[in-house]
């Protein structure tokens, strides 16, 4: 896939495990289908779709009799190992009815945390979309502790629409959506449709409704909805159990609740690179790559780069600077500092046979890129 080219819509969508499970006593295999008859219509429309499950844990524990979730690491992981393979077998029978190809990413706080990891996560999953491929991303809970956890799965869902540049963030739950009041309180209590994720009166109406059964309640969606909103992405709250939920999104409707990024998707993104990370080295380009990046939004070719300096690993954020020394870009870069004083100056399509290998075809893509 070129760099360049217009990116086709891109969604994320977060299945809860209560919703999953039918409240733990097993995989929905019914609902699972219905959502992936949807998810193959939203492909039809050009969308792409990314598949976040919870699951593994409470099917694990359906599967080993346990009736209340454990509290031992060891032993969560001893149930997510189990539960996931019959959590990825069902995705993959389900999907298997379009005649679509699935695979499994299982992911820590450490893929996406490490430059590096991330660059090489966020080209899995691009490369599997591209191969018309539907990623299931899970928390890598057979190996996970404490320290690295993301905690639930709906801040793994934001951090992977962070990753992918998704356009929308959906979190299937068994709540109807986010509502002005606790409606186990007041069952006349209204749905807040539509909110900026960063408005304060959400996290005070959220309350804590998660269940026994995930690690989750609404508290950590609308926390998910503004990590999402960090790349710009909505994020939509609805339940998993209306029909044709995923359907009405696409047709403009508005189940749920709509919680709304301040800017948009590629500003926020480039605000979050700019402010987030150290330079590790600097690029310096000749005057025609500095206008590519200034007047096209380009991607950054080794052609245009007349020297690398510094000490920097793939992943890493650099500095672009002109041939005065004037700043005038920065960001993620794909091959480090040895690997990048080799290229430089040259062609794309010559990078394999530089290094025996090729990463990428550019030092760094336009969106991994901050214009400064």
Not at 10 to 28: E, F, M, Y
Not at 211 to 231: E, H, N, W
Request: proline share 3%; aromatic share 4%.
């Amino acid at each position: 896939m070129s760099g360049d080219n217009k990116a086709p819509a891109r969604w994320v969508i977060k299945i809860g495990s209560a919703l999953l499970t039918n409240n733990g006593q097993g995989l929905d295999l019914v609902l699972m289908q219905a959502w992936v008859d949807q998810m193959v219509a939203l492909r039809g429309q050009g969308i792409e779709v990314v598949v976040v499950s919870s699951g593994a844990v409470a099917e694990g524990m359906r599967r080993l009799g346990w009736s209340s979730r454990p509290a031992s690491v060891h032993e969560l992981q001893a149930a997510a190992a189990v539960g996931q393979m019959g959590l990825v077998q069902a995705w993959e029978s389900r999907f298997q009815v379009h005649g679509l190809v699935t695979a499994q990413v299982l992911l820590t706080h450490d893929d996406l945390s490490d430059r590096t990891r991330y660059l090489n996560a966020r080209s899995t999953l691009v490369t599997l979309l591209g191969l018309n491929v539907v990623p299931v991303v899970n928390e890598n809970d057979t190996v996970v502790t404490d320290e690295i956890r993301f905690g639930d799965n709906d801040t793994l869902a934001a951090l992977v629409a962070n990753l992918v540049v998704a356009d929308r963030l959906v979190i299937l739950t068994d709540q109807s959506g986010v509502f002005e009041r606790d409606p186990r309180q007041d069952p006349g209590a209204p749905l807040i449709r539509e909110a900026q994720a960063s408005d304060p009166r959400l996290m005070e109406v959220a309350g804590d409704s998660g269940s026994g059964l995930g690690r989750g309640g609404m508290i950590t969606k609308i926390r998910a909805a503004r990590l999402a909103a960090r790349s710009g992405a909505r994020t939509t709250i609805a339940s998993g159990r209306s029909p044709e939920v995923l359907a009405a999104l696409a047709a403009g409707e508005a189940p749920g609740t709509t919680l709304l990024p301040d800017t948009s998707a590629y500003n926020a993104r480039k605000q979050w690179l700019a402010g987030h990370l150290q330079m590790r080295g600097r690029l310096v380009l000749d005057d025609g790559a500095v206008q590519r990046l200034r007047e096209a939004g380009s991607s950054l070719l080794p052609v245009g780069v007349v020297s690398a300096h510094g000490q920097f690993s793939r992943g890493e954020m650099v500095a672009c600077e002109d041939q005065q020394g004037r700043r005038i870009a920065c960001g993620l870069v794909n091959y480090d500092h040895e690997e990048a004083a080799l290229i430089c100056r040259k062609k794309s399509s010559e990078i394999q046979a530089i290094l025996g290998y090729m990463n990428e075809e550019e030092l760094i893509h336009r969106d991994n890129l901050v214009i400064l």
